[in-house]
C-alpha cells in the first residue's frame, strides 16, 4: 500500500527522510519545503512513519503492498527471485527488475527479460514506459 505525506500536515523538517532506506521521500519545490515519497522506490518499510513528529504519513490504500498480497514474489513457486524495489527498472516496459539467486547474473526484467507472465503489481501503475516488448510480441 506504499505510504504518503499528508501535505496539509507536512512541517517540511526531514525527519522522515533521514530514515528511509530506498530514498523514496523527497523535497518538494513548495515554499514550506514539505516532502512527498515516491510509491515506486517505497518499499512499504515503515521506518518513517513514527519518525514524523505530526503523524503526516499514512498508509496509501491505492498502492500494492511490496511483498503483501498480490506480489508475485510471495509465491513458493519464485522464491528463487529478489525484487530491486525500483532502484533498477526495465529500460523496456519501465518495471522494477528482479535478481535471480540460480541465474547469478544481474538482475532482469521478469516479462522482457525472462519472459515470465507476472511482475510487480505496481507495475500497472506505470504511465512513462513503453508497453513490454514480450507484451508486444504476443498482440
Given at each position: 500500500?506504499?505510504?504518503?505525506?499528508?501535505?496539509?500536515?507536512?512541517?517540511?523538517?526531514?525527519?522522515?527522510?533521514?530514515?528511509?532506506?530506498?530514498?523514496?521521500?523527497?523535497k518538494t519545490?513548495?515554499?514550506?519545503?514539505?516532502?512527498?515519497?515516491?510509491?515506486?522506490?517505497?518499499?512499504?518499510?515503515?521506518?518513517?512513519?513514527p519518525k514524523?513528529?505530526?503523524?503526516?504519513?499514512?498508509?496509501?490504500?491505492?498502492?500494492?503492498?511490496?511483498?503483501?498480497?498480490?506480489?508475485?514474489?510471495?509465491?513458493?513457486?519464485?522464491?528463487?527471485?529478489?525484487?530491486?524495489f525500483w532502484?533498477?527498472?526495465?529500460?523496456?516496459?519501465?518495471?522494477?527488475?528482479?535478481?535471480?539467486?540460480?541465474?547469478?547474473?544481474?538482475?532482469?526484467?521478469?516479462?522482457?527479460?525472462?519472459?515470465?507472465?507476472?511482475?510487480?503489481?505496481?507495475?500497472?501503475?506505470?504511465?512513462?514506459?513503453?508497453?513490454?516488448?514480450?507484451?508486444?510480441?504476443?498482440?
Amino acid at each position: 500500500m506504499s505510504f504518503r505525506v499528508l501535505d496539509d500536515v507536512c512541517i517540511g523538517c526531514g525527519a522522515c527522510d533521514f530514515s528511509c532506506p530506498t530514498g523514496a521521500l523527497t523535497k518538494t519545490d513548495t515554499f514550506l519545503g514539505l516532502f512527498v515519497i515516491d510509491p515506486f522506490t517505497c518499499n512499504d518499510c515503515a521506518e518513517c512513519v513514527p519518525k514524523c513528529p505530526v503523524l503526516a504519513i499514512e498508509p496509501d490504500p491505492a498502492w500494492p503492498v511490496c511483498g503483501g498480497h498480490g506480489c508475485p514474489l510471495t509465491s513458493k513457486r519464485l522464491d528463487e527471485f529478489e525484487c530491486t524495489f525500483w532502484q533498477q527498472r526495465c529500460p523496456s516496459c519501465g518495471t522494477t527488475l528482479w535478481a535471480s539467486a540460480a541465474a547469478d547474473g544481474p538482475a532482469q526484467c521478469p516479462k522482457c527479460g525472462w519472459g515470465m507472465k507476472v511482475s510487480c503489481p505496481r507495475s500497472r501503475f506505470l504511465t512513462d514506459a513503453s508497453p513490454c516488448e514480450h507484451d508486444a510480441a504476443h498482440h
